[in-house]
């Protein structure tokens, strides 16, 4: 971990505590998974990681407090998605590689993080500013990124000018976190991951430039 970590009552942690606190924070992430958000309590945290609520009470004020944290750091490593498509051709070949390599990032990122994606999904349906924000952090990551493809390409002639870049981008990133967080329901469709990555990065492909990929 770098930088201070602090205690709820603004102490530095040292390396000990620091060690500490993130075993909490691990053991929560691994509760997530298999049980819902409201049914895990800080005595059963702090049990499974071989301290006391006392202990989990020095670093976080509350379950949800750690879950944010959780989140955060979620979100930080979200934001790496912006390298998927910022400064990527879309031109060609090229641009068939980039909406598979999209596809595949976006995809994997939401099977690893699956469980606290939920969560945050949830807090933001219900109106919590908090997971709100870190929801669109980890979006804008892509949809930034992606509406200046669209603009770039249109600065080209590659894409009519009528369309709109935001419009399109957007569109297209909650299309993704859509069948990201529905991975395993297209099974019950009968559709493989397999069929699933290609026909999808079709449809970003179409969506940015307007065209079928060259392949």
Not at 195 to 205: G, T, Y
Request: proline share 3%; net charge positive; hydrophobic share 45%.
């Amino acid at each position: 971990m770098t930088g201070q970590v602090r205690t709820v009552d603004g102490r530095v942690a040292g390396r000990r505590g620091q060690a500490t606190r993130q075993k909490l924070l691990d053991c929560l992430s691994e509760m997530l998974s298999s049980s819902p958000y409201r049914d895990v309590k800080v005595i059963d945290v702090a049990r499974k990681a071989g301290t006391s609520p006392a202990t989990f009470y020095q670093y976080f004020p509350d379950v949800e407090g750690a879950v944010l944290e959780i989140a955060d750091q979620m979100a930080a490593e979200g934001a790496e998605l912006t390298s998927l498509v910022a400064g990527r051709s879309w031109v060609g070949k090229a641009g068939w590689q980039t909406a598979q390599d999209l596809v595949d990032g976006f995809l994997d990122f939401w099977r690893r993080n699956d469980a606290i994606l939920r969560v945050v999904d949830l807090g933001a349906s219900e109106g919590d500013k908090r997971f709100y924000k870190i929801r669109m952090k980890i979006l804008n990551s892509v949809n930034n990124s992606l509406a200046e493809a669209v603009t770039q390409l249109q600065a080209k002639g590659r894409v009519d000018k009528d369309v709109n870049p935001a419009a399109v981008a957007g569109s297209l990133v909650a299309m993704l976190a859509a069948v990201a967080s529905h991975q395993r329901g297209f099974q019950t469709w009968g559709v493989k991951q397999a069929e699933l990555k290609p026909n999808l990065a079709l449809l970003v492909h179409l969506g940015v430039t307007g065209r079928k990929p060259v392949k």
